[in-house]
């Protein structure tokens, strides 16, 4: 059992930026997806960005592509997602994940995964 703990956000103004963090309790080896998700009120779920631990694909949404850098440090057990650029769309519960088996698959998509965060909220004031 993994259990994923966010922080890292706030709030802060368009063009500003934010670094989220979401740490397991335990460590994750090579080969598990792991990904941030977003839910904005009244819309579903969405993956933002993904990556297969130790491995080098990533996943961006294009709404995020080049503003958002995902990047895995299985040292400190930890998932972080440094946003830049921030935009009032990007306003959000932000949601960590990670994927049940170690199969080397990138997974983009909120039902491939089975361990979840309790989320961090990131709003983007204009």
């Known amino acids: 059992q993994v259990q994923l703990v966010e922080s890292g956000g706030g709030s802060v103004q368009a063009g500003g930026s934010l670094t989220l963090s979401c740490e397991a309790s335990?460590?994750?080896?090579?080969?598990?997806?792991m990904g941030w998700f977003r839910q904005a009120p009244g819309k579903e779920r969405e993956g933002v960005a993904a990556?297969?631990?130790?491995?080098?694909?990533?996943y961006y949404a294009d709404s995020v592509r080049g503003r958002f850098t995902v990047s895995h440090d299985s040292a400190k057990k930890t998932l972080y997602l440094q946003m830049t650029s921030l935009k009032p769309e990007d306003t959000a519960m932000y949601y960590c994940?990670?994927?049940?088996?170690?199969?080397?698959?990138?997974?983009?998509?909120?039902?491939?995964?089975?361990?979840w965060g309790q989320g961090t909220q990131v709003t983007v004031s204009s």
């Open positions: 994940a990670a994927a049940e088996r170690r199969n080397w698959v990138l997974r983009t998509l909120p039902h491939d995964y089975f361990y």
């Open positions: 335990s460590y994750i080896s090579s080969g598990y997806s």
């Open positions: 990556i297969v631990t130790g491995a080098p694909g990533i």
